[in-house]
Nanobody, 123 residues
Framework: VQLQASGGGLVQAGDSLRLSCAAS????????MGWFRQAPGMEREFVAA????????SYPDSVKGRFTISRDNAKNMVYLQMNSLKSEDTATYYC?????????????????WGQGTLVTVSS
């Protein structure tokens, strides 16, 4: 499975941005798609996850209500809509895939990772 994240950029605080992740290869092996982010000097942290079948979602409190993950099964695409962006959302964002819907916030449980896309929010 190959994952390609895109859509990052420089925005102002309060703006919105939508990230995209294109999946290719053996996508039928993926049950969960997730987004993570990593700021300089920080550990990678969970941002959102979606169950490929059924669309169940999960978010940490830090982004709940501001970020929305969605998927387009026909196009093998996953999106992260980010609203009301804050300076603390500045990070490189990664999409990831795994073969089960469990421990969706645990980076070590993901089998596939995209290359990351940088989001910079200026205040």
């Amino acid at each position: 499975v190959q994952l390609q994240a895109s859509g990052g950029g420089l925005v102002q605080a309060g703006d919105s941005l939508r990230l995209s992740c294109a999946a290719s290869g053996r996508t039928n092996s993926i049950a969960t798609m997730g987004w993570f982010r990593q700021a300089p000097g920080m550990e990678r942290e969970f941002v959102a996850a979606i169950r490929w079948s059924g669309g169940i979602t999960s978010y940490p409190d830090s982004v709940k209500g501001r970020f929305t993950i969605s998927r387009d099964n026909a196009k093998n695409m996953v999106y992260l809509q980010m609203n009301s962006l804050k300076s603390e959302d500045t990070a490189t964002y990664y999409c990831a895939g795994k073969s089960s819907w469990s421990s969706v916030g645990d980076t070590s449980r993901y089998d596939y990772w995209g290359q990351g896309t940088l989001v910079t929010v200026s205040s």
